[in-house]
Structure formats: C-alpha cells, structure tokens
C-alpha cells in the first residue's frame, strides 16, 4: 500500500467517523428537541384544561346569581305590598270596632294612594284614555258604538285602566271605541 493510499484510507475513515458523529448528534438533539416539544405541548393542554374549568365555574357561578337575582327580584316591591296589606287590614279592624263606615272609606282611600304611590316609585304609570284616539298598542278595544258626539275611533269609555312599565304596556286599558 502507498502513502496516498493510506492517506485516502485515512480520510475515508475520519470522513466516515464524522458522519456517524453527526448522525448520533442530530439524533441526540433531535430527541431533546422532540422531548421539549412534548413537554411544552403537555403545559399547554394543562393551561387549557385549568382555563376551561375555569370557565365552567365562572358560567355555573354566574347562572346561580342570574337565578338568584330572579328569584328574589319583586323581594322590594313584595315588602312595601305588605306594608299596604298590614294598612287595609289596620283599617277592617278599627271599622269593625267602630262601626265607622266614614273611617273605612277614608282609610281604604289612604291605602289606595299610598298603593298608587308604590307602583308609581317602581315606574309603572296609568295609560291615558280621556279625549284618546284609539290605539291597539295601549287599548282594547271590547265594545264599539256610534255616537254623533264622538270622532271616528275615539275613545268613548274605560272600562278597565291600562298600565305601561318604564315604557312597556303591562296591561292595556279597556275601552268601548266610537265607529261610525
């Protein structure tokens, strides 16, 4: 065997060493780098999960407050209807006592306002009807007539009061409405 036999047997070999090297090297750090990829991934499903119970909790939290605050929601207007019904009960007993039929009426008619006042502090308000034109939104109409002394779907009479909430009708008056 020559020199530059040798020589080239040499430079295989160390060539051949070096990839091998560099084989195990890459598979060495391509493992680390999967190992870490893993682990990340691992954190983020756990992050995931922690958020999603998370959020179930605040959803199931939140439906108890909703259920709650509807549940207990005419709890300040039931208060002052008591207020009312301990007044109209006040007012039977000292009319039984006395026999004061004057007394009664005075005291239901104090009751009534103090009644009037209450829905009115909680936004409900009486629908107009006097000198009204009919409207289907606010009135019902459960009887018609034709009178000279009255314009075409004008309101002749209430039979029951309507009321509107803060805007909304809750229950529309009764009327009798003129049609000619």
Not at 26 to 41: A, F, P, W
């Amino acid at each position: 065997m020559t020199d530059k036999d040798i020589k080239e047997e040499i430079v295989e070999e160390i060539t051949n060493d070096t990839e091998v090297k560099n084989e195990n090297i890459c598979e060495q750090t391509s493992q680390e780098e999967i190992e870490k990829l893993k682990t990340e991934v691992e954190d983020w499903k756990n992050s995931y999960l922690r958020k999603q119970a998370e959020f179930q909790n605040f959803t199931k939290r939140k439906e108890k407050e909703f259920e709650d605050l509807k549940a207990f929601a005419s709890e300040k207007i039931v208060v002052k209807v008591l207020d009312i019904i301990d007044n109209l009960e006040r007012a039977i007993t000292a009319s039984a006592e006395t026999k004061d039929f004057d007394s009664l009426v005075k005291g239901v008619e104090l009751t009534l306002s103090q009644m009037k006042s209450t829905v009115t502090s909680e936004g409900v308000e009486a629908i107009e009807t006097e000198n009204a034109t009919f409207d289907p939104h606010l009135h019902m109409a459960v009887a018609v007539e034709d009178s000279a002394d009255f314009a075409n779907d004008e309101i002749i009479a209430e039979f029951q009061k309507g009321y509107k909430m803060k805007g909304k009708v809750i229950r529309p008056s009764m009327v009798k409405v003129c049609k000619k």
